[in-house]
């Protein structure tokens, strides 16, 4: 046997990923499909993820960690049964055929309208301040869908946000019990996490805002 520590990895090499073993280091990127009407994945997401399987990782598209976490009609949950046991056969499609499967876990935060929000309530944020420029998703009146801008969302309660915790929390577990091989937390692209992080869109005063040096977890700035 040849000593393959002399090689340098390819495209097409293993990778050791923590406790998980993937054959070759090709990420299949997280792609929002909207093609999930009622928000359970069914046989559509099972062909489409397990004709992928070859990957040394695939990760899902970015899927709901709650009904208040939606800003795109027809793409997946994560907070019920039925998505989860949705996603469970979803997994089972992959492994079956080899392959690897991370879930992405999202929140658009204040990247959403009333139209998608349970009971046209508005979306929830860091502040109330709207994403100038950005667009959601939504289903008109007449049935179609199409972009739209976003709506002004309110700030969060204090006393709130442990329960936005507690939904990635429980979206983790379930993501667990449906065979998933690891998560991925969305943070970035000016979705909820993002909207923490950025001095622009969160201009809170108690400890989840405030200056940089103040927020907690972050390091002081440079």
């Known amino acids: 046997m040849p000593d393959t520590s002399l090689f340098t990895p390819t495209l097409l090499t293993p990778l050791q990923l923590g406790s998980l073993s993937l054959p070759n280091r090709v990420i299949m990127a997280p792609l929002t499909r909207a093609r999930t009407p009622d928000s359970v994945p069914g046989k559509l997401q099972q062909a489409y993820?397990?004709?992928r399987a070859s990957a040394g990782l695939i990760i899902s598209e970015a899927t709901n960690v709650s009904p208040t976490a939606r800003g795109y009609v027809y793409t997946p949950g994560i907070w019920t049964d039925a998505q989860e046991a949705g996603w469970q056969r979803v997994v089972e499609a992959v492994h079956a055929k080899g392959g690897r499967i991370a879930l992405q876990l999202w929140h658009v935060g204040r990247v959403s309208h009333e139209m998608v929000q349970p009971n046209g309530a508005q979306p929830v944020a860091p502040s109330a301040?709207?994403?100038?420029?950005?667009?959601c998703f939504v289903e008109f009146e007449d049935g179609t869908a199409g972009p739209h801008p976003t709506s002004t969302?309110?700030?969060?309660?204090?006393?709130?946000i442990p329960g936005v915790v507690d939904d990635y929390r429980q979206a983790a577990e379930r993501a667990k019990r449906a065979g998933f091989d690891m998560v991925e937390v969305h943070a970035a692209n000016a979705y909820l996490l993002n909207q923490f992080l950025a001095t622009g869109s969160n201009q809170r005063t108690d400890h989840y805002g405030g200056s940089?040096?103040?927020?907690?977890g972050l390091p002081p700035p440079q």
């Open 153 to 160: 969302p309110r700030a969060l309660e204090t006393d709130e």
């Open 129 to 135: 301040l709207k994403g100038e420029g950005a667009e």
């Open 212 to 216: 940089l040096q103040t927020r907690p």
């Open 49 to 51: 993820y397990g004709q």
